[in-house]
């Protein structure tokens, strides 16, 4: 993996933990009523997603370190 790569993979976990971080509540309440009610993704959506997860195999940790510091950053606490 190249450096650009690795900085991509990880701007996108950074990116990923903000917007958790922000609609923590709504992802959580989508995420149970999702599974819940069993519903899977369409097919004719995975031919479009596959390519682009295909980039993320083998770097999840990458990702999940990009999406902690995002989750960790507290904006409030730095205006003080």
Do not use: K
Request: charged share 10%; net charge negative.
């Amino acid at each position: 993996m190249g450096l650009l790569e690795a900085i991509l993979v990880f701007a996108v976990g950074y990116v990923s933990g903000a917007v958790t971080r922000i609609f923590a509540g709504l992802a959580a309440v989508a995420a149970l009523l999702l599974a819940i009610l069993g519903v899977a993704l369409p097919s004719s959506i995975v031919g479009i997603v596959d390519p682009i997860l295909g980039v993320y195999l083998g770097n999840e940790l990458l990702f999940l370190s990009g999406f902690l510091f995002a989750i960790a950053h507290n904006p409030a606490e730095s205006e003080e």
